[in-house]
């Protein structure tokens, strides 16, 4: 961390095919079993759970840092193109996604739209790699880095239903997996687990607003209050049987509601170097546990999986609906967005959470292999592609909305 802290734009600039989540993830398989050996996560416990809660933090952070770096108000004055987000693009990449696999691996037909479902959310922690740093701020449209950070933060947490609904539909009748979906999951742990978030952080921006009008705070005390933001909605949302990670974006969204915008700059900035410090051990630690002989049992089949997951699962819906998207401007648009979906942190997430929930070690092994397909394969495209879309975007302005 150390290292990547003193040169991580100078490889974004200079080293295309490397960025932190990949050589984070080469750590993890050189220090891990697979490698040299020097350390397994097995000596501290069932190394799934210690995944699984690593990633629930360093997700809920990257989401509620996502909220804050957004401009305020975006999701409310961006609403349409949100909407089309959650109700075309997810649904959308979910279905696609599931049916490779069924068409693939042959698995239970719900078994294999739970796989998709796991691959279905981009992942704000690699999007992040791609709409920061000089290159990004240099080429690509501030309205292009907005959407796509706003992207891969909403719909991190709204996967959750798209998760649950073949889960349940695998463990009940059709009524009652859809009655258990809709007033327990939906209304419950998504939609009021949402709003008790954004509760949450608004009240928690207006504190520190009357807070700093009196001088009853100081300035390093910001970090202080986003990591207890964090970790109060997380915490607070688990402990009242809902999935917090909605939650904790829109507590964010609320949180700058009532900040003025310097301080709103300056909690931002701590927001993700408290990010770095989460984001670069849950990729060692996901390189550490990789299935390398799960992998070797789906074959060069699994090979030619990922490939098809990654090219298909999205493309083939953003472009059709490309101009409900009013940030898409030009085609280049699209299809720079269009590719930069990354599949990271959230699905490593939820790929836990259905281990935990059904014991399935075919659904660990697919989804690891799609996983690491794609921080290698994003991690390989950011720079160029980010150059190729500045040469072709002809001086667009990149401060532009």
């Known amino acids: 961390m150390l290292l990547l802290g003193v040169v991580s734009?100078?490889?974004?600039?200079?080293?295309?095919?490397?960025?932190?989540?990949?050589?984070?993830?080469?750590?993890?398989?050189?220090?891990?079993?697979?490698?040299?050996?020097?350390?397994?996560?097995?000596?501290?416990?069932?190394?799934?759970?210690?995944?699984?809660?690593?990633?629930?933090?360093?997700?809920?952070?990257?989401?509620?840092?996502?909220?804050?770096?957004?401009?305020?108000?975006?999701?409310?004055?961006?609403?349409?193109?949100?909407?089309?987000?959650?109700?075309?693009?997810?649904?959308?990449?979910?279905?696609?996604?599931g049916l490779i696999v069924n068409a693939f691996f042959g698995v239970p037909w719900w078994m294999g739209m739970v796989i998709g479902a796991i691959l279905t959310p981009t992942d704000p922690v690699i999007a992040g790699t791609i709409v920061t740093g000089t290159a990004a701020e240099e080429y690509i449209p501030s309205r292009l880095r907005h959407y796509i950070s706003a992207e891969s933060a909403i719909n991190d947490g709204v996967a959750y239903l798209l998760l649950f609904l073949p889960l349940l539909l695998l463990r009940h009748s059709t009524d009652t997996a859809l009655r258990e979906w809709v007033f327990v999951v939906l209304l419950k742990e998504v939609l009021l687990a949402a709003f008790v978030?954004?509760?949450?952080?608004?009240?928690?921006?207006?504190?520190?607003?009357?807070?700093?009008?009196?001088?009853?705070?100081?300035?390093?005390?910001?970090?202080?209050?986003?990591?207890?933001?964090?970790?109060a909605v997380l915490g607070f949302i688990k402990l009242f049987g809902a999935d917090g990670i909605l939650a904790a974006f829109m507590a964010g969204v609320a949180f700058k509601l009532p900040t003025e915008e310097e301080a709103?700059?300056?909690?931002?900035?701590?927001?993700?170097?408290?990010?770095?410090l989460f984001e670069i051990p849950v990729f060692v630690i996901f390189g550490m546990m990789l299935p390398w002989q799960g992998w070797i049992e789906l074959g060069w089949w699994g090979l030619l999986f990922t490939g098809v997951v990654l090219l298909l699962r999205r493309l083939t819906v953003l472009l059709p609906v490309s101009k409900l998207l009013p940030p898409l401007q030009r085609r280049a648009d699209a299809l720079f967005t269009g590719w930069f979906g990354p599949i990271g942190i959230a699905a490593i997430y939820y790929a836990?959470?259905?281990?935990?929930?059904?014991?399935?070690?075919?659904?660990?092994?697919?989804?690891?292999?799609?996983?690491?397909?794609?921080?290698?394969?994003?991690?390989v495209t950011a720079t160029p592609f980010t150059n190729l879309y500045g040469a072709k975007a002809d001086g667009t302005d990149a401060s532009s909305n």
């Open 197 to 231: 978030g954004f509760v949450i952080g608004y009240f928690a921006g207006r504190l520190q607003r009357w807070a700093t009008a009196r001088d009853f705070i100081v300035k390093p005390s910001l970090l202080t209050i986003v990591i207890a933001l964090t970790f």
């Open 9 to 97: 734009d100078f490889i974004k600039q200079y080293v295309s095919f490397v960025t932190e989540p990949v050589v984070a993830l080469a750590y993890g398989v050189a220090i891990g079993p697979a490698g040299l050996g020097l350390l397994r996560i097995a000596t501290f416990g069932d190394p799934l759970p210690i995944l699984e809660q690593a990633a629930r933090l360093t997700l809920g952070l990257a989401v509620l840092g996502v909220a804050i770096r957004l401009p305020k108000k975006y999701i409310f004055e961006r609403w349409k193109a949100m909407t089309v987000v959650l109700l075309v693009i997810m649904p959308g990449t979910w279905i696609i996604s």
């Open 264 to 276: 709103a700059e300056q909690e931002q900035d701590a927001q993700e170097a408290l990010e770095r």
């Open 352 to 379: 836990t959470l259905v281990v935990h929930e059904t014991g399935s070690r075919q659904a660990w092994r697919i989804s690891t292999l799609v996983i690491a397909a794609s921080i290698l394969a994003y991690g």
